[in-house]
């Protein structure tokens, strides 16, 4: 709609000091010359736009000029709300200014959509950590994220499993999967992710640096989660499965299984033919116990082997006991 398109070209031009016709019409996904008209009509209701010439030229409010926030629908009001949620930033530090942001932004809505915006709040919780496991302490995040914003080189003791080394690096952000926070960040040209709780003795340093142009964290972290996937599960099997079997699969298969799993045939005997990410075969062989006599190994032949010495093994060891 055109009066939705007019509030995001002002607000635009409120959030930047200079913005081009063919920038707004991208944003907007319009032509550029839908965009002149929509500034003329800005103008004509009063707003104080106007136009620089030249190359480098675009539009600009009047220094100082703001409108009142009495423009945002109900959904819009709720993922202002969204963006706030406690958990993460009582850890990061923000919980008070978190606060004071939304008593300003409820002062600053209509007084028909208060009531909406504070029921919304009241409505939803963010419970990061997965069920049954120990939130990892985390004490470092202020620390992180001001080193982060202000462009602050780091340096900490790094516990890995191969035991504790100290890093220097160029801080580029944070990631929250699961109820864990992650830094992303620049050590000798490369960027590498590390986990914040196993970070000790952090200090920040009295140098500042510049972001590797481009970086996109949001790209990054989906890259770097797509390559610790295909490490984790670089294998294909193929198996069979009953249809108990078959059931069990959606239960015990953690999503990127479930997602990358195909059914390939059922024969007359009630077997389903399914393939499958693997991990490595020592993985895959205790991944597949636990579907017990519901599952037969097709490929590969190191995987059938093995699960086949397994059950073997485990025939051996429950016939002696009997005897016993």
């Not at 635009?12 to 839908?34: F, G, H, M, P």
């Not at 939304?102 to 069920?131: N, Y």
């Not at 997602?259 to 045939?265: L, V």
């Amino acid at each position: 709609m055109r009066a939705s398109r007019l509030l995001t070209i002002l607000m635009t031009l409120q959030s930047r000091d200079l913005v081009s016709a063919a920038e707004l019409a991208r944003d907007c996904q319009v032509s550029v010359r839908s965009i002149y008209r929509d500034i003329d009509s800005l103008s004509a209701l009063g707003i104080p736009v106007y136009s620089e010439q030249g190359v480098n030229g675009g539009y600009r409010l009047l220094e100082g000029y703001r409108t009142q926030l009495n423009g945002f629908s109900k959904q819009e009001i709720e993922t202002l709300f969204m963006l706030g949620l406690s958990g993460p930033m009582q850890e990061l530090g923000l919980a008070p200014a978190m606060s004071e942001a939304r008593l300003k932004l409820l002062a600053a809505i209509p007084v028909s959509l208060r009531t909406h915006a504070e029921r919304f709040q009241s409505s939803f919780l963010l419970d990061t950590p997965g069920w049954f496991t120990e939130k990892e302490t985390v004490g470092d995040l202020p620390q992180l994220f001001n080193a982060i914003w202000q462009k602050n080189q780091i340096k900490f003791d790094y516990q890995s499993w191969r035991g504790s080394s100290q890093r220097v690096v160029n801080p580029l952000g944070m990631v929250l999967k699961a109820g864990t926070w992650y830094l992303v960040a620049q050590s000798q040209m490369q960027v590498k992710t590390y986990r914040v709780a196993r970070i000790q003795d952090l200090s920040i340093l009295n140098h500042s640096f510049e972001s590797p142009v481009p970086f996109d964290l949001s790209a990054y972290w989906q890259q770097s989660t797509r390559q610790m996937e295909t490490e984790l599960y670089p294998y294909t099997a193929e198996i069979k499965l009953t249809a108990i079997g078959l059931k069990m699969l959606h239960s015990l298969s953690p999503p990127y299984v479930r997602q990358h799993t195909q059914i390939t045939h059922t024969d007359n005997t009630g077997w389903t033919s399914v393939t499958l990410p693997s991990g490595k075969t020592e993985q895959a062989v205790v991944e597949m116990l636990r579907f017990g006599p519901e599952v037969q190994v097709v490929r590969p032949e190191a995987l059938r082997q093995a699960m086949k010495d397994v059950i073997e093994e485990m025939g051996r060891y429950y016939g002696e006991s009997r005897t016993e």
